[in-house]
Nanobody, 122 residues
């Protein structure tokens, strides 16, 4: 399976972006998926995850209430809707396929996309 993110860009504070993570070379329909981000000089951090069915989701406290993760297994795609963006949300956002159900631990994710840059600035 390969993962490709898209939808990043430059947005003003308070704005919105929708990231997509398209899978190819195999189905992600039976796997939990996650979004992570990494800002310059900082460690990679968990953002959100979703169960294989989409029934269960989880969020980092810093994004809860502003970001929404979803998936369309028919399209083999996972999404991250980001609203009320803040400058501190600036980072490279990556999606990943999990080996286990709903974990926040990066080491439990075995396939990663290359990431998409999100910059929040006026």
């Amino acid at each position: 399976v390969q993962l490709v993110e898209s939808g990043g860009g430059l947005v003003q504070p308070g704005g919105s972006l929708r990231l997509s993570c398209a899978a190819s070379g195999g189905s992600i329909g039976r796997y939990a998926m996650g979004w992570f981000r990494q800002a310059p000089g900082k460690e990679r951090e968990f953002v959100a995850h979703i169960s294989w069915s989409g029934t269960n989701t989880g969020y980092a406290s810093s994004v809860k209430g502003r970001f929404t993760i979803s998936r369309d297994n028919a399209k083999n795609t996972v999404y991250l809707q980001m609203n009320s963006l803040k400058p501190e949300d600036t980072a490279v956002y990556s999606c990943a396929k999990s080996r286990v159900p709903l974990t926040t631990t990066p080491q439990e994710y075995d396939v990663w996309g290359q990431g998409t840059q999100v910059t929040v600035s006026s």
